[in-house]
């Protein structure tokens, strides 16, 4: 998807997070924003009719306009064995995203990965890879992660295994 140069949503907003609100946010997923301003609840609010909630573990949906101040992942709900479904959706702003090799960076696969890729991932709180370990032991239950720096997308679904290298 290429986001076109007049697409300017309100700070703290980046374009890839937008674009991915715009895309997945309905009247029917409640909406949790960490930092987001009022310009970004007023856009995200007006563009999708999403109501907000009023906390994280309410919240099918969550922006986190900081990567580096993210909540614990155990902070929102993971649906249940019966009702994964029922999980949140994080949509988390990063200083930047990468495909690359070398220390510091984090392994994945799982389905959808052929074999394996490396991701570097800047701007997130330490240990994020080994909350993100433990969230996929939880399958079926857990939470799914959308990173955005830029333009730039990286979709993490609770299936997928991190590995910090």
């Not at 907000?52 to 155990?74: K, Q, S, T």
């Not at 902070?75 to 495909?99: C, K």
Request: glycine share 10%.
């Amino acid at each position: 998807m290429a986001l076109g140069p007049d697409f300017a949503p309100p700070h703290p907003l980046e374009p890839a997070a937008a674009a991915v609100c715009l895309a997945l946010l309905d009247l029917d997923t409640r909406l949790w924003i960490d930092g987001g301003g009022d310009g970004a609840e007023a856009y995200l609010r007006f563009h999708t009719g999403a109501p907000l909630a009023d906390a994280p573990d309410e919240a099918d949906f969550a922006v986190i306009a900081d990567g580096a101040m993210i909540p614990r992942l155990d902070s929102f709900s993971p649906g249940t064995d019966e009702l994964p479904e029922r999980s949140a959706t994080l949509i988390v702003q990063v200083a930047g995203l990468e495909s690359r090799a070398g220390e510091g960076v984090w392994r994945l696969s799982g389905p959808g990965i052929d074999g394996n890729a490396d991701l570097a991932v800047e701007g997130l709180r330490a240990g994020m890879a080994e909350e993100l370990a433990v969230n996929f032991q939880r399958f079926p239950r857990g939470v799914d992660l959308i990173l955005c720096a830029g333009a730039r997308v990286a979709a993490l679904p609770r299936t997928t295994k991190v590995e910090a290298l």
